[in-house]
T-cell receptor, first 110, second 115 residues
Framework: GENVEQHPSTLSVQEGDSAVIKCTYS??????FPWYKQELGKGPQLIID?????GEKKDQRIAVTLNKTAKHFSLHITETQPEDSAVYFC?????????FGSGTKLNVKP | GAGVSQSPSNKVTEKGKDVELRCDPI?????LYWYRQSLGQGLEFLIY????????KSGLPSDRFSAERTGGSVSTLTIQRTQQEDSAVYLC?????????????FGPGTRLTVL
């Protein structure tokens, strides 16, 4: 089955700096890669996603890149703000089965 | 409109007891997912429903776990003879179900503690 690895497990940045979270996957059949933000006591919330036929996608301060050949994808957050502090999860999907990374706890220091 | 709701929000039970966890998806969403999140870990896929049927049950950890969905809406995850390793947050998500890439909307989860 699919195996998704996510790094780093914790990330601390200064407000205004950029943050990058990286994931790798093992199954070349995976074709959809969403990213989720989870705040304490809440369920994950989709923040951006990318499909396998696209190399990069941006939405304001958030961007995701995908390298299908190397089987890795990354989340980039620019101009970080304290409200970006949360746990971020990557996931890989083939059809309707989703495999999640172990999460990155992002702390943005004011 | 209302999001995905789950009940109870917290459940404490004794080892060996059965528990039922409930998920109410967003109205009109035909796809429903169950995940398990252990402390400090990522989400582990358990089962997926399209309508009332579950095409793939391979994520269920053991035969003590079962799930059903009735009327294409509410779903119940049942854990029989609970064990301490079942302690986790159980999350439910729903989506429109028209495509595999439809956005999943998550509920707040049920925190299960097995003593």
């Amino acid at each position: 089955g699919e195996n998704v690895e996510q790094h780093p497990s914790t990330l601390s940045v200064q407000e205004g700096d950029s943050a990058v979270i990286k994931c790798t996957y093992s199954d070349s059949a995976s074709n959809y890669f969403p990213w989720y933000k989870q705040e304490l006591g809440k369920g994950p919330q989709l923040i951006i996603d990318i499909r396998s036929n696209v190399g990069e996608k941006k939405d304001q301060r958030i961007a995701v890149t995908l390298n299908k050949t190397a089987k890795h994808f990354s989340l980039h957050i620019t101009e970080t703000q304290p409200e970006d502090s949360a746990v971020y999860f990557c996931a890989a999907s083939d059809f309707n089965k989703f495999y999640f990374g172990s999460g990155t706890k992002l702390n943005v220091k004011p | 409109g209302a999001g995905v709701s789950q009940s109870p929000s917290n459940k404490v039970t004794e080892k060996g007891k059965d528990v039922e966890l409930r998920c109410d998806p967003i109205s009109g969403h035909t796809a429903l997912y169950w995940y398990r999140q252990s402390l400090g870990q990522g989400l582990e896929f358990l089962i997926y429903f399209q309508g009332n049927s579950a095409p793939d049950k391979s994520g269920l950890p053991s035969d003590r776990f079962s799930a059903e969905r009735t009327g294409g809406s509410v779903s119940t995850l049942t854990i029989q003879r609970t064990q301490q390793e079942d302690s986790a947050v159980y999350l439910c998500a729903s989506s429109l179900g028209k495509r595999a890439t439809d956005t999943q909307y998550f509920g707040p989860g049920t925190r299960l503690t097995v003593l």
